[in-house]
């Protein structure tokens, strides 16, 4: 069984960075790819960025340019590095491994960006 933890959200006024951190339980590159989705209230989840244990990182297009996803193989974790948020941005930021038919997630962060 995979445990997800995330770390990092918080308040952020528009324009600004936050940096979000998922731990793993086991090694990253036991997954097929680890992602970070977001889900604000009343909308559906959406992909943000993946990063596969093999393959190219992509991203959705709304964030290409100021969100970078990353990871530290030693430390079992992956990263959003997350610049220039915007209001529209505030959600609930979860990590994803993608495993042979089953994926796992962990609990959310919350990410607010508010003046």
């Known amino acids: 069984q995979v445990q997800l933890v995330e770390s990092g959200g918080g308040l952020v006024q528009p324009g600004g960075s936050l940096k979000l951190s998922c731990v793993a339980s086991?090694?990253?590159?036991?997954?097929?790819?680890m992602g970070w989705y977001r889900q604000a209230p009343g909308k559906q989840r959406e992909r943000v960025a993946r990063i596969p244990t093999a393959g190219m990182i992509t991203y959705s297009s709304s964030v290409k340019g100021r969100f970078t996803i990353s990871r530290d193989i030693a430390k079992n974790t992956v990263y959003l590095q997350m610049n220039s948020l915007k209001p529209e941005e505030a959600a609930v930021y979860y990590c994803?491994?993608?495993?042979?038919?089953?994926?796992?997630w962990g609990q959310g962060t919350q990410v607010t960006v508010s003046s």
């Open positions: 994803n491994a993608e495993l042979s038919g089953v994926d796992a």
């Open positions: 086991r090694s990253i590159l036991s997954f097929n790819a």
